[in-house]
């Protein structure tokens, strides 16, 4: 059981590139989560998906897009990465909704210069 | 949206003695309370968590305890070790309404051997 997986766990992109985050959960869980870390301002969430099918808006969305690939899955993409992109990427998931534990991946550093 | 904050954002204790961390939360339709501890370069791991209708829960050496109607939690490491050293979050959820998480701003634990 490896719970939440991450690729790549370190990525490097020039202004204007464009990469895909990958996430996989081996717990059938229904709800999968986006969230970006910055010093000094905790875990803002991006976008969430509560079940497969589904995806919502978080926090902070804007230049990113999700894609809830199947129960397992759930990618976020930037299309045109910017600097203020650079971050530390969590992706968590939980059986049902925000009324669970929620598990995290080991998360992806990503550096946009 | 829920708006959660945490106090204080870094906090040295000698081994041994006590550490409390606190949080305030402005929805007090929130009922979920769960604490994170995050070690270098890893993602989250749920600690501990309490609901809103108990006021206090213990597991050895951590406790949380919540106050519903101040709208604030606790978390309390009692006999802190070295390896309690971490970054600490709290977060607020409001179950069956919303399916986020609102996370603290994290607080910095050094236990001095």
């Known amino acids: 059981n490896a719970g939440v997986t991450q690729t790549p766990k370190f990525q490097v992109l020039k202004t204007g590139q464009s990469m895909t985050l990958q996430c996989a959960q081996d717990?059938?869980?229904?709800?999968m989560y986006w969230y970006r870390q910055d010093p000094g301002m905790g875990l803002r969430l991006i976008y969430y998906?509560?079940?497969?099918?589904?995806?919502d808006k978080g926090e902070v969305p804007n230049g990113y897009n999700v894609s809830r690939l199947n129960k397992r899955e759930f990618s976020l993409r930037l299309e045109s990465a910017a600097p203020s992109q650079t971050s530390v990427y969590f992706c968590?998931?939980?059986?049902?909704?925000?009324?669970?534990?929620?598990?995290f991946g080991p998360g992806t550093r990503l550096l946009v210069l | 949206g829920e708006n959660v904050e945490q106090h204080p954002s870094t906090l040295s204790v000698q081994e041994g003695d006590s550490a409390v961390i606190k949080c305030t939360y402005s929805?007090?339709?929130?009922?979920?309370f769960p604490w994170y501890k995050q070690e270098l370069g890893k993602g989250p791991q749920l600690i501990i968590d309490i609901r809103s209708n108990v006021g206090e829960k213990k597991d050895q050496r951590i406790a949380v305890t919540l106050n519903k109607t101040a709208k604030h939690f606790s978390l309390h490491i009692t006999e802190t070790q070295p390896e309690d050293s971490a970054v600490y979050f709290c977060a607020a959820s409001m179950v069956s309404t919303d399916n986020q998480f609102y996370f603290g701003t994290g607080t910095s634990l050094t236990v001095i051997p």
């Open positions: 929805d007090s339709a929130s009922n979920y």
């Open positions: 998906s509560a079940s497969e099918g589904t995806t």
């Open positions: 968590a998931s939980t059986r049902s909704g925000s009324r669970e534990t929620q598990y």
């Open positions: 717990m059938n869980h229904n709800s």
